[in-house]
Structure formats: C-alpha cells, structure tokens
C-alpha cells in the first residue's frame, strides 16, 4: 500500500458542487498538506495542519476548506466548486523532526465542469 | 518569504548531453533546498535534499545539485542526459525554522532528443 493514499484519482463535478478529497497516510507524520498543482504555476499550498487541532491557511485557501479528522486522515473540501478550481491536487506528509522533505500522494486530478 | 524561481520553463537537450536545470531561491533564514521529478501521470518524487551539509548534493538517478550561497542558486546537473530524464522538474525552498512549508518553483519540463 502506498504511504500516502489519495481518493478520487480522477472526479468530474459540476459547477456549484460541493466535492471532498480524501488523503490518507501510514507514514505517522504529524504534519500533512494539500497543494495544487497549475501548468506553468508550479505547486501552491492550499492549507496544512501540523496535528488535529491546528489548521493554518495556505497563500489559496478561498474556496476551500479541510478537515483533520485524525493524525492519519486529511480532508479537502471545495463547498461550491467553480470551472477555475480545475487542476491536479497533492496532499503531502512530512515529519517535524528531519525535515526530509515531503512524502506526496499520487494525485487527484479534478474537473469542474 | 521564501520564494524560488526555475530560469526556463521548457529544456530540451539531446541525450548523452549535459543536463542543467537553473533554479534560484530567496529565504530570510537559512534555507533547506529540494529537487522533485515528476513523470507523466505520477506524484512528485524526492530527487535531491539540500540541508545544511555538504554543498554539493548527490541524489538519484545520477543528478546532483550545488548550493552556492552567494549565488542564492541550487541548479540540477547531470552529465549525461538518458531518455528516461523525460519529465518535469520542481526546485523548493524551506525554512529550517517555524512553519517548515515548502514553496515551489514554477517547473521545468526537461525534453530529451534522441
């Protein structure tokens, strides 16, 4: 099993949906992630949580919002998807202490239709 | 803040040819510095970690990247370009301190002529 599980892989919507992304992982890292990634834009951060009580903002976060449901399970939620909200989504991990970098899941791609 | 900036957002070289990827970054604090692939239709792979060691860095795949303080720059190299190098490349920057997010470039996409 992959150390970082992201559901759907791929999910077509319809504008004004509300639509949840589902990451998971068996890393046991506290600190987890969601990014988004545009071409030419590279990844920018949509918001991240460093343990189930603390959520922070990222430099995108309208129009999103998550849910840390457990040190394991990271959710994102787009509460009325829009057409601009199209593009491949990352959750990522990462542990406090080494600071190794980012383990990433393989990926949502979403289309807002 | 933290910032980075890849020079060149599509590369193409021949294979066999030397690979460089140009990637310059801007950081308050003493920065930690990264080099992720990513291959179509696949996640971000960690290729390289820049963190307050060595300045010359060797990763997988035969790249290596060299932290130039000076320069504020982590180019990647590699001396021989494989056709198997076909993919996009992401430079990221984070500090070692507070909040510990890494912020990345825009991406280059590395072409290989056979």
């Known amino acids: 099993d992959a150390d970082v599980t992201q559901t759907p892989r791929n999910r077509i919507t319809k504008t004004g949906k509300r639509i949840m992304l589902e990451c998971s992982q068996t890393k046991g890292h506290d600190r987890m992630y969601w990014y988004r990634q545009d071409p030419g834009l590279g990844l920018r951060l949509i918001y991240y949580?460093?343990?189930?009580?603390?959520?922070n903002k990222g430099e995108i976060s309208d129009g999103y919002s998550v849910s840390r449901q457990a040190q394991a399970k990271f959710s994102l939620s787009l509460e009325s998807a829009i057409p601009n909200q199209t593009a491949l989504y990352f959750c990522?991990?990462?542990?406090?202490?080494?600071?190794?970098?980012?383990?990433f899941g393989s990926g949502t791609r979403l289309t807002v239709v | 803040a933290q910032s980075v900036t890849q020079l060149g957002s599509h590369v193409s070289v021949s294979e066999g040819a030397l690979v460089l990827l140009r990637c310059n970054y801007s950081s308050s604090v003493p920065p930690y510095l990264f080099w992720y692939v990513q291959y179509p239709n696949q996640g971000l792979q960690l290729l390289l970690k820049?963190?307050?060691?060595?300045?010359l860095v060797k990763g997988i795949n035969g790249f290596e990247a060299e932290f130039k303080k000076s320069e504020t720059s982590f180019h990647l190299t590699k001396p021989s370009a494989h056709m198997s190098d076909a993919a996009e490349y992401f430079c990221a920057v984070s500090d070692i301190q507070g909040a510990q997010k890494l912020v990345f470039g825009q991406g280059t996409r590395l072409t290989i002529n056979p």
């Open positions: 949580s460093f343990d189930v009580k603390d959520i």
């Open positions: 820049y963190t307050s060691a060595a300045t």
């Open positions: 990522a991990t990462s542990d406090f202490d080494r600071n190794y970098g980012y383990t």
